[in-house]
């Protein structure tokens, strides 16, 4: 069976995991995220692969890279990613990444983007899925009223994420 090298990382924001395969990340995952049981099942699933506490020496770069963008001096990440998810979900996913760093977009503007906006609900699930947290900037996304909505690594991450980017100025969201 295939192997997912993971090495929990703790980060000033909170545990998360980091999960390589074939040299691709395919696991940047908050630890104790209310769907952790159902993510690990799709990636471990749709790998064919199981799930094994042993350093890569990808994990190093990501967390390097990790420690740059919650200290403002990284906007962008240079890891190779690996997507493991429905075509409806990657498509999802490809789309938060086109996000510029410190703004936001609604769910309801995500799904006129994917041109499915009468799927917004399955959009925000694909959000939600989204099992490469920060790298594919799920936080991005808030509601249409400008309130911030589900997170995996809850609200307050979520907020402190967008503080970082400087998409919270003076209490107002930059929006995409």
């Given at each position: 069976m295939n192997k997912i090298f993971i090495k929990p990382y703790q980060?000033?924001?909170?545990?998360?995991?980091?999960?390589?395969?074939?040299?691709?990340?395919?696991?940047?995952?908050?630890?104790?995220?209310?769907?952790?049981?159902?993510?690990?099942?799709?990636?471990?699933?749709?790998?064919?692969?199981?799930?094994?506490?042993?350093?890569?020496?990808?994990?190093?770069?990501?967390?390097?890279?990790?420690?740059?963008?919650?200290?403002?001096?990284?906007?962008?990440?240079?890891?190779?990613?690996?997507?493991?998810?429905?075509?409806?979900?990657?498509?999802?996913?490809?789309?938060?990444?086109?996000?510029?760093?410190?703004?936001?977009?609604?769910?309801?503007?995500?799904?006129r983007k994917l041109n499915h906006e009468k799927a917004i609900r399955a959009v925000a699930s694909a959000n939600g899925a989204n099992a490469l947290s920060i790298l594919i900037p799920c936080h991005r996304v808030i509601a249409s009223n400008g309130e911030l909505k589900g997170y995996a690594g809850g609200l307050t991450v979520k907020k402190k994420l967008l503080q970082i980017e400087g998409a919270l100025n003076r209490g107002q969201l930059n929006l995409f």
């Open positions: 980060s000033h924001l909170g545990n998360v995991l980091i999960g390589v395969y074939d040299h691709q990340l395919c696991l940047l995952d908050w630890q104790y995220r209310k769907q952790r049981v159902a993510i690990d099942h799709r990636i471990t699933k749709y790998l064919d692969a199981s799930y094994i506490f042993e350093d890569h020496p990808l994990h190093q770069k990501v967390i390097e890279q990790l420690q740059e963008y919650f200290c403002k001096k990284r906007k962008q990440f240079e890891i190779p990613l690996l997507l493991t998810g429905s075509a409806f979900q990657q498509t999802v996913w490809n789309e938060l990444m086109k996000i510029p760093y410190g703004h936001t977009i609604s769910y309801l503007t995500l799904s």
